[in-house]
C-alpha cells in the first residue's frame, strides 16, 4: 500500500490532535503502514499503535510534531522526526525506534523500558529520568549526540544512555548539573566533561565489552541521524567513560526508612500523622485512624428509618434501641450514610484533626 500523507493544516484549519490521532487510526485499519505527517504542533504521534496484520511494522515520518512524539510507542514502530520536536520525546518508550534529526526538548525518554531513542542534537532537563529495564525484554537505548539538560538520568533504575558530547567541548558538563540522583541501575557512557554528578554513582573506564557495544551501536545510530562521517572521530574510547551507580554498601549517604521518618519528615506533613510503623505499607483504601473522615451520627434528628444501615458498603452501622453507631474498623469513611440519610444525621468530620 503506497504511503499515507496527511497534512494537518490546509486553509488555515488546523487539525485538533485528537483528529490527527483518529485519522491515523482510522488508516491502519484500512491497512496503511507507512505514514508521513506534516504536523503543526500534535501530540502523541506514533504512540501505543500496532499494525492491524500482524508482523507489519508501522513508520512515521513527521514535521513541526507537539510533545510526546512516540510515548508509550510500541516494538514494531519507526518514527523518524525530521529537524526537532519538543519535549517528551519517547516517553515511556516500550520498544519502538524513535530517531529526532535535531534536537529534543525536555524529559526525552522519561520512562523509557524498551526500544531506542536516537538524537542527532541535545536534549533538555531531565532527559533519561526514570529510565528502566524488565528483563524479559532488551534494555533501552536512549543516543545523544550533543548533550543533555540538568537532572539528567535521575532515578535511572536500568537502560543504557549514550551521551557523545559532539561539538560540546566549551561545556563544563555535557549531562548538565545534579545528574544521576538516585540512580540505582543501569548505564551511562559519555564523552567529554561532566560536573556534579550525584556521589551515589562511580564513574570507570569502558572495558571491551562496552566498547564492543559502543562500536556495533554507532552504526545504527550515525546512520540513522545521517552523520555517518563522525564515527571515527566518535569511537575513540580514550575520550569515553562511564557511570554505573554505587552498590548499595559503597553509598555513603543512606539511611534507614526509620531515620529518614525520625530527621527529615515534616512533622505533620501529608500522611505524617500516620507513619508510625517504618516497614508497614497503608492500604489505598482505610479503615479506623487512616480513614480521612470519620462519620459522626446526630440521634436529635434520626428517624430511625435504617437506610444509612441498608445502605454502609462496609457494613459498619449498627443499630440497638435506636441508638446508631458506626464501627471504626469496618468504616472506611466514605460518606455514603451522609449521603443517603433523609435527615442529614451523619456528618462527615475529618478524621486528622480528630487525631492530631
Ligand atoms: S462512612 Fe461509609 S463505611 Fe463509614 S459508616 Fe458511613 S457508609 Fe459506612
Ligand atoms: S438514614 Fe439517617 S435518619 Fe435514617 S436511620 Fe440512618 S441516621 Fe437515622
Known sequence: METCKIKTLENNERMSTQQLLQTIYAKIEEGYTDFEIDACGQHNIGGSLWAREKGNKLTFKVTNPGQRVG???????KILVEGSAPADVGWLNSGAEIVVKGDCGDTAAHCAAGGKIYVGGRVGTRSGALMKHDPKFNPPQFWVLKNTGSFSFEFMG?????ICGYGCDYMPSVMGERS????????????GKIADVAPSVTVLPLDSEDMAFLDKGFDNFLKAIDKESLKQELTDY???KKIVPKPLNEREETFS??????????????FGDFIEED?????????????????????ETCID????????????????????????????????????????????HSNIREIS
Open 158 to 162: 536500568g537502560g543504557i544512555g549514550v
Open 257 to 270: 526508612v526509620a531515620d529518614f521518618r525520625r530527621t527529615n519528615w515534616v512533622e505533620g506533613g501529608i
Open 279 to 299: 516497614f508497614r505499607v497503608y492500604p489505598l483504601t482505610t479503615t479506623g485512624e487512616g480513614r480521612l473522615n470519620k462519620p459522626i451520627w446526630n440521634k
Open 71 to 77: 510515548s508509550m510507542a510500541m516494538a514494531g514502530t
Open 305 to 348: 428509618c435504617k437506610i444509612c444501615l441498608n445502605n454502609c458498603p462496609q457494613k459498619a452501622i449498627s443499630e440497638c434501641e435506636k441508638i446508631y453507631s458506626s464501627d471504626d474498623t469496618k468504616c472506611i469513611g466514605c460518606g455514603i450514610c451522609a449521603a443517603v440519610c433523609p435527615r442529614a444525621s451523619w456528618t462527615m
Open 238 to 240: 580514550s575520550q569515553w
Open 180 to 191: 544521576c540522583v538516585g540512580m540505582v541501575g543501569g548505564v551511562i557512557y559519555f564523552r
